[in-house]
């Protein structure tokens, strides 16, 4: 993309993306219960994938050749169910029904519920495990797809996520992508005092994985780098995102307060006021 | 009656009749976690080097990259130790293979006390508790050769997670290669009308041979093969017991939670009838001798007649 459509095109997704965050905070809002800014500090990431760079048809969802998703980080669900119903995948208005019984928006992703779910995920770690299984069988297919995994800072505490990479590295997965939401907050506080995993880029390097790094909230930088990550076919990508847990609500920004916690209806209007003005 | 001695033990004959289905099925790999020479999984690996996936010592990863791969509509056997597929690796079993119903099927070797000898660590000897406990999970346990081929061809035609416990050692045959085998299904091995035995795997032998001494003493035993341990074949069960009057089960496993737990809960329900069951009780066991273990942790033969006269005598205190 040439530099002047790679702006446009940026400024573009930069309105989805805000359109995304304010559904989070809605759907979330609506339910009383999920984890709002996770959502929102992955929404620029999920707006790029979505939209422009992985390959899928929403009206043909289960095509053979289509890129795979997995949300290994599967709290942060209502930014999928979001970005999937924006992108025509099932109806928008669907998404007030979030963790409600009977909805098919559960608690956390699961196959065979709304169609664009690649992968079962809420239990960490083994996302990372899944995507490694549909690279291998995309290459027994001879599929070209590109597998894409969101991880978080956090749940790379979890040994699986080391087993899952170096099963990728023996196999030289060059259609796997992990990309590691880095917004330096875990449940319980800041990543590098619950469990300090630094350097991670070394980590993943020492894995033979390739390291990239963006700024998640750089939609020309997204843009660019998840491109370079799928262009990279000789082994498995890692690519860091430095990102803001909450970006977009000024009040939920860099704290891990709200990282499981529903706003009551002043902090909505505030976080929607907030959402609308960002994007005027 | 006398036992035919086995040549092979299960996992033998389950890898083996896997290589024959690999031949003219090319829908099914197998996914390994450098346990193929234990599982005998390598005889697959050997053959189909592209359909085989050696994942390191690595459980976890394992089967989540079988869900993973199965998600894309391929069948995956994940071969290993009994304990490690379903202890190491159980959260991935239950939240990404069961619940979304992926046809991953556990090729466990090494179930209950079979891997004796390298003690406790290796013994699969809650592997029935918690499968069976899993939601969409089927278990089947075969005894010989034959039922372990059909046990392939059941995990292989039938959708969604299945786990088949198979044993280390060869113990004895009792099929004919024309019988069939089914998802809740049982076989009646020996028709009796004092007492049902009901058993599954390698204790099915160890029932048969406990009739044969309550014979001795007049007793007429009946010995079920309950190889679909879920779902049990409950009908076959109650049909049992109503000619008997009398239920005795004896497993390779832990008493608790075992087929025992459930056929007691099925009888209190369906057909209350005198009740007992052997198996561990509520403890560990050890490294040893496979036949001597059997018998000091209370289900060989010798214990399942003395367990049998017992509970008759209960029953039926005048007989």
Same mark, same amino acid.
């Not at chain 1, 993309?1 to 095109?9: G, N, P, Q, W, Y």
């Not at chain 1, 929102?40 to 050749?65: H, S, V």
């Not at chain 1, 196959?111 to 809420?122: F, H, K, L, M, Q």
């Not at chain 2, 074949?233 to 109503?242: C, G, K, N, P």
């Given at each position: 993309?040439?530099?002047?459509?790679?702006?446009?095109?940026?400024?573009? =997704?930069?309105?989805?993306?805000?359109?995304?965050?304010? !559904?989070?905070? +809605?759907?979330?809002?609506?339910?009383?219960?999920? !984890?709002?800014?996770?959502?929102?500090?992955?929404?620029?990431?999920?707006?790029? =994938?979505?939209?422009?760079? $992985? *390959?899928?048809? %929403?009206?043909?969802?289960?095509?053979?050749?289509?890129?795979?998703?997995?949300?290994?980080?599967?709290?942060?669900?209502?930014?999928?169910?979001?970005?999937?119903?924006?992108?025509?995948?099932?109806?928008?208005?669907?998404?007030?029904?979030?963790? *409600?019984?009977?909805?098919?928006?559960?608690? !956390? %992703?699961?196959? &065979?519920?709304?169609?664009?779910?690649?992968?079962?995920?809420?239990?960490?770690?083994?996302?990372?495990?899944?995507?490694?299984?549909?690279?291998?069988?995309?290459?027994?297919? /001879?599929?070209?797809?590109?597998?894409?995994?969101?991880?978080?800072? /956090?749940?790379?505490?979890?040994?699986?996520?080391?087993?899952?990479?170096?099963?990728?590295?023996? @196999?030289?997965?060059?259609?796997?992508?992990?990309?590691?939401?880095?917004?330096?907050?875990?449940? +319980?506080?800041?990543?590098?005092?619950?469990? %300090?995993?630094? %350097?991670?880029?070394?980590?993943?390097?020492?894995?033979?994985?390739?390291?990239?790094?963006?700024?998640?909230?750089?939609?020309?930088?997204?843009?660019?780098?998840?491109?370079?990550?799928?262009? #990279?076919?000789?082994?498995?990508?890692?690519?860091?995102?430095?990102?803001?847990?909450?970006?977009?609500?000024?009040? $939920?920004?860099?704290?891990?307060?709200?990282?499981?916690?529903?706003?009551?209806?002043?902090?909505?209007?505030?976080?929607?006021?907030?959402?609308?003005?960002?994007?005027? | 009656?006398?036992?035919?001695?086995?040549?092979?033990?299960?996992?033998?004959?389950?890898?083996?009749?896997?290589?024959?289905?690999?031949?003219?099925?090319?829908?099914?790999?197998?996914?390994?976690?450098?346990? /193929?020479?234990?599982?005998?999984?390598?005889?697959?690996?050997?053959?189909?080097?592209?359909?085989?996936?050696?994942?390191?010592?690595?459980?976890?990863?394992?089967? &989540?990259?079988?869900?993973?791969?199965?998600? &894309?509509?391929?069948?995956?056997?994940?071969?290993?130790?009994?304990?490690?597929?379903?202890?190491?690796?159980?959260?991935?079993?239950?939240?990404?293979?069961?619940?979304?119903?992926?046809?991953?099927?556990?090729?466990?070797?090494?179930?209950?006390?079979?891997?004796?000898? +390298?003690?406790?660590?290796?013994?699969?000897?809650?592997?029935?508790?918690?499968?069976?406990?899993?939601?969409?999970?089927?278990?089947?346990?075969?005894?010989?050769?034959?039922?372990?081929?059909?046990?392939?061809?059941?995990?292989?035609?039938?959708?969604?997670?299945?786990?088949?416990?198979?044993?280390?050692?060869?113990?004895?045959?009792?099929?004919?290669?024309?019988?069939?085998?089914?998802?809740?299904?049982?076989?009646?091995?020996?028709?009796?009308?004092?007492?049902?035995?009901?058993? @599954?795997?390698?204790?099915?032998?160890?029932?048969?041979?406990?009739?044969?001494?309550?014979?001795?003493?007049?007793?007429?035993?009946?010995?079920?093969?309950? #190889?679909?341990?879920?779902?049990?074949?409950?009908?076959?069960?109650?049909?049992?017991?109503?000619?008997?009057?009398?239920?005795?089960?004896?497993?390779?496993?832990?008493?608790?939670?075992?087929?025992? @737990?459930?056929?007691?809960?099925?009888?209190?329900?369906?057909?209350?009838?005198?009740?007992?069951?052997?198996?561990?009780?509520?403890?560990?066991?050890?490294? &040893?001798?496979?036949?001597?273990?059997?018998?000091?942790? /209370?289900?060989?033969?010798? *214990?399942?007649?003395?367990?049998?006269?017992?509970?008759?005598?209960?029953?039926?205190?005048?007989?």
């Amino acid at each position: 993309m040439d530099a002047t459509v790679l702006a446009r095109r940026a400024l573009e =997704l930069d309105a989805i993306a805000g359109d995304l965050r304010f !559904h989070v905070v +809605d759907m979330v809002h609506e339910a009383q219960s999920g !984890h709002i800014s996770p959502g929102l500090g992955a929404a620029d990431i999920m707006t790029a =994938l979505f939209f422009e760079t $992985m *390959r899928i048809d %929403p009206k043909n969802p289960d095509m053979a050749g289509r890129d795979r998703f997995v949300l290994s980080k599967g709290h942060s669900c209502p930014v999928l169910y979001a970005v999937l119903a924006l992108r025509g995948y099932f109806p928008i208005e669907e998404l007030k029904t979030l963790r *409600r019984l009977g909805s098919r928006l559960q608690g !956390h %992703p699961v196959i &065979g519920t709304v169609p664009g779910i690649d992968a079962t995920s809420g239990s960490l770690g083994l996302g990372a495990s899944q995507a490694v299984g549909m690279a291998l069988e995309g290459r027994m297919q /001879g599929q070209s797809y590109t597998v894409w995994a969101l991880l978080g800072d /956090g749940e790379i505490d979890e040994g699986v996520i080391w087993e899952a990479s170096a099963a990728a590295a023996k @196999y030289k997965l060059g259609n796997l992508v992990f990309i590691v939401d880095r917004n330096g907050l875990q449940t +319980d506080g800041p990543c590098e005092s619950v469990m %300090p995993m630094e %350097p991670i880029d070394r980590k993943f390097e020492a894995f033979n994985w390739k390291v990239l790094k963006m700024d998640g909230h750089d939609m020309a930088d997204i843009l660019t780098t998840l491109q370079a990550a799928r262009d #990279y076919r000789s082994g498995p990508v890692c690519v860091i995102a430095s990102t803001v847990k909450g970006k977009g609500v000024s009040f $939920m920004e860099n704290t891990s307060e709200w990282h499981a916690k529903a706003p009551n209806d002043e902090q909505y209007a505030r976080a929607v006021a907030e959402l609308r003005g960002g994007r005027a | 009656m006398s036992l035919a001695q086995a040549k092979h033990a299960t996992r033998r004959a389950f890898g083996g009749r896997l290589l024959e289905r690999a031949a003219d099925d090319a829908s099914f790999v197998v996914f390994e976690s450098d346990l /193929g020479k234990s599982s005998l999984s390598n005889m697959f690996g050997d053959a189909y080097p592209d359909r085989y996936f050696n994942l390191g010592i690595a459980e976890l990863n394992t089967m &989540g990259a079988a869900a993973g791969m199965a998600a &894309g509509g391929r069948t995956v056997f994940v071969a290993g130790y009994s304990v490690f597929l379903t202890m190491r690796a159980l959260e991935a079993v239950r939240s990404v293979i069961c619940y979304p119903k992926l046809n991953v099927k556990l090729y466990a070797s090494h179930g209950g006390l079979t891997a004796a000898i +390298d003690g406790v660590t290796h013994q699969g000897s809650e592997d029935i508790a918690f499968m069976s406990t899993l939601p969409n999970m089927k278990v089947l346990v075969p005894a010989d050769s034959v039922s372990a081929r059909a046990a392939c061809d059941l995990a292989l035609a039938t959708p969604g997670p299945v786990f088949v416990r198979l044993m280390r050692d060869p113990l004895y045959e009792r099929y004919e290669a024309a019988e069939t085998f089914t998802i809740g299904g049982s076989k009646v091995v020996r028709p009796g009308k004092d007492i049902t035995l009901a058993s @599954y795997g390698d204790i099915v032998f160890q029932a048969l041979q406990a009739a044969d001494a309550l014979a001795g003493n007049g007793i007429d035993a009946e010995v079920l093969d309950l #190889y679909s341990v879920k779902p049990v074949d409950a009908a076959a069960v109650i049909a049992s017991v109503r000619k008997t009057g009398a239920l005795l089960v004896a497993e390779n496993h832990q008493k608790r939670n075992g087929l025992g @737990y459930d056929l007691a809960a099925l009888l209190l329900k369906e057909a209350p009838v005198p009740f007992d069951n052997l198996g561990l009780e509520d403890r560990f066991a050890e490294s &040893g001798d496979y036949f001597k273990m059997i018998d000091k942790y /209370g289900f060989s033969a010798a *214990r399942i007649a003395e367990a049998a006269e017992r509970l008759l005598l209960k029953a039926r205190p005048r007989r």
